[in-house]
């Protein structure tokens, strides 16, 4: 007889984003406004440098961290876009923003430790807590459009208090923290020893101002997680960057290098690629992006429901209008069997999740029309 499994993995489920996919996946006809996966290629020239380095019998291992050059190039990249002031060797390149942020949590946390999460939030963080021993201590921002405040961080700090997590733009909000917001975050922790780990992995979809980043008010204290799946429609060739000052970064590295080696050779050339001569290829995308929420939220509002606009990502965090008496979970299998579209309850990203959806707008705008004439025809009904 075997001897058990760590007994926190009977607790942990497959993601809910996930399982709800699958579900509505074997209708006929279904229109999935389900996952986060731009619906654009990754740029040309950017497989063009992958298909070079096949060629080029670039198989072999790397170094952990990384390609020197395109751990220059990254930094350059990222220096140049958000002013973060991060140097070659304080950069580790992962198998995508999943693997950082798995590599941060297992280098910060020991068990009891405690990390705060805005609610609702992204369900790829929790479960990685809980295996660890530590304790997630969620913030509920129902009530201030999405955006955790000096407030409400305040009042969740303990003693306790290892990391807080600020995953902006969001998933699956759509909203982000300005200049000043994340400022005034800053005067709460700083000089607490609190690390902020900062998933910025939709920093290049923000449509409205910059994106600013965490670490210009809080460098020490700032583990910055980014990649190039959202950026350059790459989210098969899982390039991430778990960036961090020097003293920091070494230990993640030996977290890193025990868990993967490296990140795929030929995905490293790619990245090369995209963030040397790619550094704009967002630029067509985001206004596509911004173009579809506009016109998915004019839809949904004359179909009554509750919106707080996004400020990025390709997201609506939607509420149920008050005369919807059933959950969001019974609500969107309805919708996907009788109008045949896909959202996501939104129990699979709050512990108040039941009376929200999530809908990405990362389709093209020909599938949104239909998608919105088929919810509005059922709406009605």
């Not at 923003?97 to 068990?111: G, N």
């Not at 201590?137 to 009042?155: A, R």
Request: proline share 6%; hydrophobic share 40%; aromatic share 8%.
């Amino acid at each position: 007889m075997p001897k058990p499994i760590r007994p926190e993995l009977s607790d942990i489920q497959v993601s809910g984003i996930r399982r709800f996919n699958t579900r509505v996946s074997g209708i006929d006809g279904i229109i999935k406004l389900t996952l986060g996966e731009p619906d654009f290629p990754t740029p040309e020239h950017v497989k063009q440098a992958a298909i070079q380095a096949i060629k080029d019998d670039f198989t072999n291992y790397t170094n952990n961290a990384g390609m020197p050059e395109l751990l220059t190039a990254a930094s350059d990249y990222f220096n140049q876009k958000y002013q973060l002031n991060i140097t070659a060797d304080e950069i580790i390149t992962t198998v995508g923003a999943t693997e950082a942020i798995a590599v941060a949590l297992e280098t910060l946390l020991s068990a009891g430790d405690e990390v705060i999460l805005p609610d609702p939030v992204y369900p790829g963080y929790e479960p990685l807590i809980r295996l660890l021993g530590a304790i997630p201590v969620k913030i509920d921002t129902t009530d201030s459009n999405f955006k955790v405040t000096p407030e409400q961080l305040q009042g969740a700090l303990s003693p306790k208090t290892k990391a807080v997590i600020l995953p902006y733009p969001s998933n699956p909000t759509g909203v982000t923290l300005n200049e000043a917001e994340l400022s005034g975050l800053a005067d709460v922790l700083k000089d607490t020893g609190i690390y902020v780990i900062a998933d910025e992995i939709y920093s290049e979809l923000n449509y409205e101002a910059l994106h600013c980043s965490m670490r210009r008010f809080l460098p020490e204290q700032t583990i910055v997680i980014n990649g190039l799946s959202k950026s350059h429609a790459m989210i098969g060739w899982r390039i991430g960057f778990l960036m961090a000052e020097k003293p920091l970064i070494r230990e993640m590295l030996k977290v890193h290098q025990y868990s993967v080696t490296c990140a795929s050779s030929i995905s490293q050339k790619a990245a090369l690629e995209a963030v040397t001569n790619g550094k704009d290829d967002c630029l067509p995308m985001r206004t596509e992006y911004k173009t579809r929420a506009g016109f998915v939220q004019q839809r949904l509002q004359k179909m009554g429901f509750e919106i707080i606009p996004p400020d990025g990502a390709f997201y609506f965090f939607v509420k149920l209008p008050d005369s919807i008496t059933e959950t969001a979970f019974d609500w969107a299998v309805r919708l996907a069997e009788q109008a045949r579209v896909a959202v996501v309850p939104g129990e699979a990203f709050s512990e108040k999740g039941d009376r929200y959806f999530r809908l990405s707008y990362a389709a093209s705008f020909d599938i949104l029309v239909e998608a919105m004439e088929r919810m509005k025809a059922f709406m009605k009904a």
